[in-house]
C-alpha cells in the first residue's frame, strides 16, 4: 500500500460514525487522487476552479468533488455542471448565482455556510450575527436549485489548541442554534465541515461531519 492509501485508511477507520473525509488533493496531481480512488476514497476537495475542471475531465465519475475554496460568483457556471458540494458559500449574492446556474443546469447543488469563527481578519465568511441574520431572513427559501446543508470553518492557524477547540464548539453551538430556529424542519441541514490535517482530532470531538484533510494524505503541496 502506498503512503496515501496508508493515510487515508488511518484517517477512515478513527472516524466516528457518521464523520466523512474529503480528501484535499488541490496542487496534487491527478494521479494521487487515483491511489487515493484505489483505496476506496471517493469524496474530494479543491478550491481552484480550473484545476478542478481538469481534473474532472481526466478521473472516475463517480468521484464526489466538494468545492471547499472561495468561489467568485463569475466562476460557479463552470462547475455547477457537476460539483456536488459547495463549502464556503459567504454571501448571498453567490449563493443566488449558485442557484441560477444550478437551474440552468438542471440541478440542485448542496451548500455550506461559511461561518468566520477564527481570530484572523483576513478568512472569508459570515460572522455568527450575519449567519443568523441571512438565515432567519429566509430568502434560500426561494432558492429552489440550491440546498442548505450546514455549516463550514476554519479555526485559527494556532497551536493553541485550547482556542481551535473553542472556535469548533462555537460553530457547533450556532449550528444549533440554527438547527432548532430557521432549519427546525429541514433534514437537509446537518453537515459540520470542519477540521483540517493539524486540527481534525478536535474537529471531530467538536461535531464535525466533514473533515476536510490534505497535506496529512497527499504531502506537502509545492
Ligand atoms: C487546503 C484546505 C484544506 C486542507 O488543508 P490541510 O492543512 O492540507 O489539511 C482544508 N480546507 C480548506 C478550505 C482548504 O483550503
Known sequence: MSKIQDEIKNITSALPQGVRLVAVSKYHPASC???AYEAGQRIFGESHVQELREKYDLLPKDIEWHFIGH????????????VSMIHAVDSMKLLREI?????????TIPC???????????????TPDECRAVTEAG????LSHIRLCGLMCM?????????????FRQAYDLFR??????????????????GMSHDY??????????????SKIFGERI
Open 177 to 194: 442554534e440554527l438547527k432548532a430556529g430557521p432549519f427546525a424542519s429541514n433534514p437537509d441541514f446537518k453537515e459540520r465541515s470542519w
Open 99 to 107: 442557484d441560477k446556474q444550478a437551474e440552468r443546469v438542471g440541478r
Open 155 to 167: 479555526a485559527s492557524n494556532t497551536d493553541d489548541k485550547e482556542q481551535v477547540r473553542s472556535e
Open 71 to 82: 468561489l467568485q460568483t463569475n466562476k460557479v457556471k463552470y462547475i455547477a455542471p457537476y
Open 139 to 142: 430568502e434560500w427559501r426561494t
Open 33 to 35: 487522487i487515483e491511489e
Open 112 to 126: 455550506l455556510l461559511q461561518l468566520h469563527v477564527a481570530r484572523e481578519e483576513t478568512k472569508f465568511g459570515f
Open 201 to 214: 482530532s478536535i474537529a471531530r470531538e467538536e461535531g464535525s461531519t466533514l473533515i476536510r484533510v490534505g
